[in-house]
């Protein structure tokens, strides 16, 4: 990916990101992404993170498949890793998730390949 976001590849075709605004979506899809998945809860570092319903309507704007699966940063449940999962199967490629600082994004990630 020739980007100017912060992103790291974990896997063919998925890429990982601390949080994101709703401006970044637009460069992720000049970038070549063509999905999103944000994992990180609305208000988790109060008001001045950007919300779902904000960076939704970037990604759709950008033409961008989005997703909100919001998890914990202390624990992904299984069923947190059964659910990134699926959307693992259904999602096109190339893929990028977020979180605050992409470390939960890579550990459920990780979990979905063994859910």
């Known amino acids: 990916m020739n980007t100017s976001l912060p ?3 974990i896997a063919d075709g998925v ?11 637009a460069e992720a899809a000049r970038a070549g992404f063509r999905a999103v998945v944000n994992n990180r809860p609305d208000f988790e570092e109060g008001a ?3 919300t779902n ?3 939704e309507a ?3 704007a950008a033409g961008l498949v989005y997703r909100f ?3 914990s940063g202390a624990y992904q449940s299984p069923e947190d890793a059964a659910a990134m999962a699926r959307l693992l199967a259904e ?6 998730m977020f979180c605050r600082s992409g470390a939960r994004s890579t550990r459920l990630f990780a979990l ?4």
């Open 53 to 55: 319903a904000q960076i």
């Open 15 to 25: 890429c990982v990101a601390p949080q994101l605004t709703p401006a970044a979506m």
């Open 58 to 60: 970037a990604a759709q």
């Open 69 to 71: 699966l919001p998890v």
């Open 91 to 96: 999602l096109p490629r190339p893929l990028l």
């Open 48 to 50: 001045m993170q950007p």
């Open 112 to 115: 979905a390949q063994s859910a």
């Open 7 to 9: 992103v790291r590849v």
